[in-house]
């Protein structure tokens, strides 16, 4: 089983910075893809970016392109989701995943965490 456990998240005003964590153990490893989707209330999981095992590729959604960047610690089997220049349009529950092959649809992905609530005031 897999075990992913994230952290960070808060209440900021727009504009500022935060940064998520996400750590992971069990076959959520570093053998997968990691991935940060958030969700807000009534909708669906939306993808927000993706990291590559290995290779470190990066992918990120238009809205968040240029503001957030992804990165991973395959040593600390962790994974970030630095946010710059946050909107209250970024108001969202943020979940961490891992998953063999990723994408941008939620189903496509194997292990989750518990979320993280971001909360950001104008």
């Known amino acids: 089983q897999g075990k992913l456990v994230e952290s960070g998240g808060g209440l900021v005003q727009a504009g500022t910075s935060l940064r998520l964590s996400c750590v992971t153990s069990g076959r959520a490893s570093a053998s997968y893809i990691m991935g940060w989707f958030r969700q807000t209330p009534g909708k669906s999981r939306e993808f927000v970016a993706a990291?590559?095992?290995?290779?470190?590729?990066?992918y990120y959604a238009d809205s968040v392109k240029g503001r957030f960047a992804i990165s991973r610690d395959n040593a600390e089997n962790t994974v970030y989701l630095q946010m710059a220049n946050l909107k209250p349009e970024d108001t969202a529950v943020y979940f961490c995943?891992?998953?063999?092959?990723?994408?941008?649809?939620?189903?496509?992905?194997?292990?989750w965490g518990q979320g993280t609530q971001v909360t950001v005031s104008s």
């Open positions: 990291i590559g095992r290995s290779d470190l590729t990066t």
């Open positions: 995943a891992a998953g063999p092959s990723g994408g941008i649809y939620s189903t496509e992905w194997n292990y």
